[in-house]
């Protein structure tokens, strides 16, 4: 099979950064270590150098460029694992012999041009970064399997006093151990952490969130999205069950967006204005808006986003000493209550 991979392809193959293909694997890096593919790892060995394209386990000493990653990882041959980097980063093998190598280029491309018209509205993220859909059949399988862990219960339950309702009716499940964020992914998100799914407006799965519980001084994201994933609106699922006249509080996250709930309205999160696609404006237009912005520069530059996006947007004021609405929903709403 090696032989249909041309040495003009092989060089732009190579050329693909080691860290975009890890990323693509699935593989969870962070500041270039991921856990090696070649031993049983449970702490990070595998080292990632932009330098040189290549990884290297400090372990067990398995190392390679981008192509043997592929071919470890995903358990292919060298012309497999090729075909499998033209596929996902699309570039095409060539055209110019003959006979089944050209038939196999050709299916390649096709596989890609396919690949390309149905991703491509979503391929770059903010950063410019190269990106695919997340794996929504396995993300679903993977949430169907677990429910609430103790430390998930203690964070929600104890420490933010968010009423569980609301965090079953939005299916917040979690993990006490890391696990793949998809079907041929290594450990992606990190354990223990909430698994917080994300709906569109008909409740279907388009995305999961992590939200990490473990120790601060640990160097993990405390946000992470499945791979393939970019940022998105939060909770547009609620929106069937509020009428037009019906109050409906946007917030900045998930945390902010449970604790709304928890003092019985009914919300959304908008992390971003620039995530409120028209779609979501449409959905929104004509609707009872009210927000608490967070006391910070960006809260309220959101809110002054959002208040050009909809004129009817209410401002409500914080109390003093509150920067965001799960604070003032601890310190207050919940004594009162
Ligand atoms: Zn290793």
Not at 184 to 211: A, C, E, M, W
Not at 250 to 262: K, Q, V
Request: hydrophobic residues 35%; charged residues 25%; aromatic residues 12%.
């Amino acid at each position: 099979m090696a032989e249909y991979i041309d040495s003009n392809t092989l060089s732009k193959l190579r050329a693909i950064s080691i860290l975009e293909v890890a990323d693509e694997l699935g593989m969870g890096l962070r500041y270039h270590n991921a856990l090696c593919i070649s031993h049983n790892d449970t702490h990070p060995s595998l080292h990632f150098w932009t330098s040189t394209n290549t990884c290297h386990c400090f372990a067990c000493g398995w190392g390679g460029d981008n192509i043997d990653l592929v071919m470890k990882r995903e358990n292919l041959s060298f012309s497999e694992a090729c075909q499998w980097l033209c596929r996902r980063f699309n570039i095409s093998a060539g055209n110019h012999s003959a006979g089944n190598r050209k038939e196999v280029l050709h299916r390649d491309k096709a596989v890609a041009e396919h690949r390309k018209s149905e991703c491509d509205t979503d391929r770059l993220n903010l950063r410019g970064e190269f990106q695919h859909k997340p794996d929504v059949d396995y993300l679903m399988r993977m949430l169907m399997g677990k429910k609430l862990t103790d430390k998930a219960r203690d964070f929600l339950f104890y420490q933010r006093k968010l009423r569980p309702e609301y965090i079953y009716w939005c299916r917040v499940v979690s993990t006490d151990f890391s696990i793949a964020g998809y079907r041929f992914g290594g450990k992606f998100f990190d354990g223990p952490s909430l698994l917080i799914p994300y709906y569109d407006v008909h409740g279907n799965l388009l995305t999961v969130q992590s939200r990490y519980l473990g120790d601060k001084t640990e160097e993990k994201p405390r946000f992470k999205f499945a791979p393939g994933s970019k940022p998105m609106v939060y909770g547009m699922q609620i929106l069937p069950q509020v009428t037009e006249k019906e109050p409906l509080v946007i917030t900045e996250g998930c945390t902010d967006c449970w604790s709304a709930m928890s003092m019985g309205y009914k919300a959304i999160a908008i992390p971003s204005a620039t995530l409120c696609n028209e779609e979501c404006r449409n959905l929104l237009s004509g609707r009872n808006l009210h927000m608490w912005p967070d006391q910070d520069k960006p809260g309220i530059g959101l809110y002054m986003k959002l208040k050009e996006m909809f004129p009817q947007l209410v401002y409500h004021q914080l109390p003093e000493g509150c920067k965001d609405l799960s604070d003032y929903y601890q310190s207050f709403y919940v004594q009162k209550m």
